[in-house]
């Protein structure tokens, strides 16, 4: 068989050619206090606390389509024989340049082999995947944005989703996807901070993306959205502009956020 024709039916099988391994970016699970807990792995591949996870279309060549981040649990993390499963807690929503506003025009698909079930204008409860014996799991699922006419509108989409797990039955803590579809990098970034220091605000203020420590990024930030700001993550001194004044409160709390 052609090798292209092998690669679109493993993706269209929902089969991803990841190794079973932790990967900077995925989404580590565990359970804490009886409820499902996110976080991310770092550069280093340590796990740190997390709740905002980006995602970015068409990274691998196929238009409107993801299979990152993954969700790794390493050994003794889960329950082995448990049930792990999906849902989306909220509209599907699209950043607007100054909130998330619900949409009508798009959707997000979620599917693993057979299973699927499709996020949108309501919250949806999707499908559930077995934890083998060890407890560890390491499963992507693949996701695609479609429209409801024509291409999907390019932009930031935001999706409230929330793990459940069933035998034995538990909830976990609400995360977000954030889905970049065609926006350049800078754009993107922003974004990603406003929701960031919406849904897991920063142990420093001056850290507005999120990255633990206050540096060149948050600079660049801060540069991106020079003038009036009325509202950003940037605007440190509430003036309702991004100026000289959030530069310097950015420079002077330079370092690893405590």
């Known amino acids: 068989m052609n090798r ?20 900077a970016g995925d989404i580590a699970i565990d359970i804490t206090d009886g409820r499902l807990r996110t976080s991310t792995y770092d550069a280093d591949l340590q796990p740190t606390p997390a709740r905002v996870f980006p995602v970015v279309l068409g990274s691998t060549g196929v238009p409107h389509f993801s299979a990152d981040p993954g969700y790794e649990a ?12 999906w849902k989306s807690v909220a509209p599907l929503q699209r950043w607007s ?18 299973a699927s079930f499709t996020a949108g204008t ?4 999707g499908f559930t995947l077995l934890v083998p014996s060890s407890g560890a799991f390491h499963k992507h699922l693949n996701m695609t944005l479609k429209a409801s006419a024509g291409e999907p509108p390019p932009g930031a989409y935001l999706l409230a989703m929330q793990l459940y797990g069933t035998s034995p039955t538990m909830e976990g ?46 600079v660049a930030l801060a540069l991106l959205d020079f ?10 001194d509430g003036t309702g502009d991004v100026d000289f004044g959030d530069i310097a409160l950015i420079l002077l709390a330079s370092g690893p956020c405590p």
């Open 122 to 125: 309501s919250p949806v409860t």
């Open 173 to 218: 803590d609400t995360y977000w996807l954030l889905v970049n579809e065609s926006l350049g990098d800078a754009a993107f970034a922003a974004v990603l901070a406003e929701a960031r220091r919406r849904f897991e605000p920063a142990a420093c203020p001056e850290d507005v993306d999120g990255s633990g420590e206050v540096d060149g990024g948050d």
């Open 4 to 23: 292209w024709l092998i690669i679109a039916a493993l993706l269209a099988a929902g089969i991803t050619t990841h190794a079973r391994a932790q990967h």
């Open 227 to 236: 003038g009036p700001c009325a509202g950003c993550a940037v605007d440190l």
């Open 74 to 85: 390493a050994i003794g993390a889960l329950m082995g024989g448990m049930r792990l499963g």
């Open 97 to 114: 340049g100054g909130d998330f506003v619900n949409v009508t025009d798009a959707r997000l698909e979620f599917r693993y082999l057979t």
